[in-house]
């Protein structure tokens, strides 16, 4: 099906999201099966800004916060967002202290993120 | 027969893409005939709400099977026949006296389809998803829904994977 075919169909412009800017992932790495950190684990958001698709929010990266849940093992977006190939890891429930997301000095908030193992490290 | 059959109103642009994104789908054999027409049918008349107030009420009046949904959101919610697309991993959380719950999607807009329907267009607003993680209480507040401050205020983002996770009981709601 074309942009072209749609637009004759529609009888007008038919915009359509542009191409995937992110280069696609060819080695994915190894699965990872063992959950590295377990609940009530302090981990970091690794400061990292990879180009293109991810389901990890700027606002807790760099951010340190407790794990709450160990969930299942799925596929890391990132990577099967931009190509064949995948690589699966565990998931956590990640909990943070909202005036440290936002310095803003709020109390009594709290925010808990879904993360991959990969967009962690230890803190 | 009313006018409008024979003369509809103009179609949108936006409707017209629809419509031709439609017809070449159906007349490729990508969409199986009847397909869209039957979803449709599905999340506007057998699923909403009233399936998420079921597992509520459920769990209130059953403490066993609270413990069960508290545990394993999934299994449980299965339980009464519910589940299906963004409805494969739910996590239930609990309001309690001094915790309230709410739930945002701050990448996109999941939704727990299975127990509460089709999103309201609120809750895929940009502005829903931006205040909520930011600052919880004041929407809340906006939204009719006042949490004093001695709660303790959980704002969860969904599961980053393609499902959700929600607690029926504490979606907010926008004042009328």
């Given amino acids: ?123 | 027969m009313s006018n409008s059959t024979h003369h509809p109103a103009a179609m949108s642009p936006v409707e017209q893409r629809v419509a031709a994104l439609e017809a070449l789908l159906t007349e490729r054999g990508l969409v199986p005939e009847g397909f869209i027409e039957q979803i449709t049918r599905r999340y506007e008349s057998e699923t909403g709400p009233m399936n998420g107030a079921k597992v509520v009420a459920r769990a209130w009046a059953d403490p066993e099977y609270k413990m069960r949904l508290l545990a394993d959101g999934t299994a449980a919610i299965a339980e009464l026949g519910f589940g299906g697309p963004e409805g494969d991993h739910m996590v239930v959380v609990e309001n309690t006296a001094a915790v309230h719950n709410v739930i945002v999607c701050t990448l996109c807009s999941c939704y727990p389809w299975p127990v509460l329907g089709l999103p309201p267009a609120w809750y895929k607003d940009p502005p829903y998803r931006a205040r909520m993680v930011r600052e919880p209480r004041a929407l809340l507040a906006e939204m009719g829904c006042r949490c004093p401050r001695r709660w303790r205020s959980g704002c969860g983002t969904p599961p980053p994977r393609s499902a959700t996770s929600s607690c029926p009981s504490v979606r907010p709601r926008p004042r009328a």
């Avoid at chain 1, 596929?75 to 190939?85: K, L, Q, T």
């Fill in chain 1, 1 to 123: 099906m074309t942009v072209f075919e749609l637009e004759a169909r529609a009888g007008g412009r038919f915009p359509l999201s542009g191409p995937v800017l992110a280069p696609p992932v060819v080695d994915a790495g190894p699965d990872v099966g063992t959950p590295r950190f377990g609940v009530g684990d302090r981990v970091r958001v690794r400061e990292w800004h990879p180009p293109g698709h991810t389901r990890c929010p700027r606002y807790v990266r760099g951010k340190a916060g407790t794990v709450v849940r160990v969930d299942g093992i799925y596929s890391v977006p990132d990577i099967e967002a931009h190509g064949n190939a995948r690589r699966h890891e565990p998931t956590y429930s990640v909990r943070f202290d909202a005036a440290q997301l936002w310095g803003d000095g709020q109390r009594g908030v709290r925010v808990h993120v879904d993360l991959w193992d990969s967009y962690l490290e230890p803190s």
